[in-house]
Structure formats: C-alpha cells, structure tokens
C-alpha cells in the first residue's frame, strides 16, 4: 500500500467508528463489522420504542422488497428516499409481489406518489433525511418490470450461487433493461446486491471482492484520499476492478467508510 493512502484509510476508518452512532445508516455488528443497510433501516411505525423495519433476505417477500430498494437506489436521487419508499410499502401492506404486478396499482401509486411520500416522511425515524421525502414516477414503471420479471430472476440468483459464479449473475441483471432510469439496468448498484445477501448470509459463497459499490459518493471519497479507481465505464468487469481496490483497503466494512466520508467531514 502506498504509506499515504495507508495512513488516509486508517484515519477514515477510526473516525467511521467514531461516527458509528449518529450515521444511521452504519450498522455494526458486536465485532465492529457491516451487517447491512437492510438489517435496520432505523424506521418505525409510530414511535421509538417499536421495532424497526428491516428486511430478512432469506425470506422471498423481503427479497423482492431489496429488489425494489436497489432499483430505488440506481437512480440520481437522494439515498434517503429509496428506505422510506420501502417503509411506505411495509407499513401500507403493499410488498406482496402479485401487488405490483397488476398496472392498475402502478398507476395508482404513480399518481398518489407526492401525497404519499409526503405521509411517510412524517413518521418517527432515527433515519434524518436531509430533505423532504419524495418518490420518483419511473421507480414504479420499473418495479412493475421486476415483478413481472422477478420468478425468472429468483431463480437465475439460486442457479449462479450454486454454480459459484456470481459474475455471471452480474452479467444476468445487468442485461434487464427498465430496472433502471429508462431503458437502463441498475448497473452501478449490482455489487450491493451480492454485498447485502452475503452480509446475511444468503448463500456462504460470495466474495467479498464483488461486494463494494462505486457510486458518485464514493468515487468522491476515493479521489480525496488518493485511491484511484478507473475511469467509469459500463462495463461488469469496472465494476468489479473498482470492488476489488475498495475491498482491498476496506474489507468486510466494504464501501461504506468511503460512502460515509461526507458525513462524517462534512
């Protein structure tokens, strides 16, 4: 490692866990370790002293709901906006997937959209969004896709683990267009995919070296502290040339100290 970026790494490693408390959004294990965003969104129904929403992705409904999170979270959006739309849907009971399938509901919640983001954004959360809340129209033109695509995808996900070969899973997603803003994949999102179901456990054989996400915040982070990372193109093998520098520094903490970087010096 070079001495700089070393010494860059610790610096912003040990202020991450000093942070650690007031970033919601850092869940760590008793060992120090990322569990995952979905393990707590540090969300509640009404008022503290509730249980959190969280997402068990061993469970086929939670999954989908991730699904849903990720297509949220591959647009140009604020962070924020992807976990409340998940809560909207938990605590509306609206994550059946059969729900999402029907276009009379997409439009319905299309054009509810602005009232209804509004609501959630009103409950009790130790989630502070930055701003207001708000839900994007083409989230549901693409969640409609994904239920209508999601047994296909369930079972493609099942057939690559037990094939040891999550790039070609990668590849597989990456080819769905309409997950995306437009006639886009969600792309630059797919290693949080793998990063979350290894953070549960889902399936014991994913590397951690396809786990970190490049995203413009942490490309932001990297340029800062002297990590150089390619030049972005769409291409899989970006993606995991990038998730390999960042594991190589990060570890099992994966991207999130470098997501974090503006929080935490902000």
């Not at 899973?169 to 886009?184: E, T, V």
């Not at 953070?199 to 150089?228: H, M, S, T």
Request: with cysteine; glycine share 4%.
């Amino acid at each position: 490692m070079n001495d700089n970026i070393e010494a860059a790494v610790a610096r912003l490693i040990n202020d991450f866990y000093s942070k650690s408390d007031e970033l919601k959004y850092i869940n760590l294990n008793d060992k120090k370790m990322y569990s995952g965003w979905v393990t707590d969104f540090h969300i509640y129904s009404k008022n503290c002293n509730e249980n959190s929403i969280s997402l068990n992705l061993k469970n086929e409904t939670d999954l989908f709901l991730f699904f849903i999170l990720i297509l949220a979270w591959s647009r140009t959006d604020n962070f924020e906006n992807a976990p409340f739309l998940i809560a909207y849907i938990i605590l509306n009971g609206k994550n059946e997937i059969d729900y999402w399938k029907n276009n009379q509901n997409i439009i319905k919640e299309i054009n509810d959209r602005k009232t209804n983001a509004k609501n959630i954004g009103n409950i009790t959360t130790g989630l502070k969004s930055r701003y207001k809340i708000s839900f994007r129209k083409d989230i549901f033109e693409s969640i409609y896709i994904l239920a209508q695509k999601w047994s296909d995808i369930n079972k493609v996900l099942k057939d690559y683990s037990s094939q040891n070969d999550y790039i070609g899973f990668m590849k597989y997603i990456n080819n769905i267009s309409g997950l995306g803003c437009g006639k886009n994949s969600i792309f630059i999102k797919i290693p949080l995919i793998l990063r979350e179901l290894r953070c549960q456990n889902v399936f014991n054989n994913i590397p951690g070296e396809l786990c970190c996400v490049i995203d413009d915040r942490v490309i932001k982070a990297c340029k800062i502290i002297g990590l150089d990372i390619p030049t972005r193109y769409n291409s899989i093998n970006y993606l995991i040339n990038s998730s390999k520098i960042i594991y190589k520094y990060f570890g099992d903490l994966y991207d999130i100290p470098l997501f974090a970087y503006e929080d935490i010096y902000g």
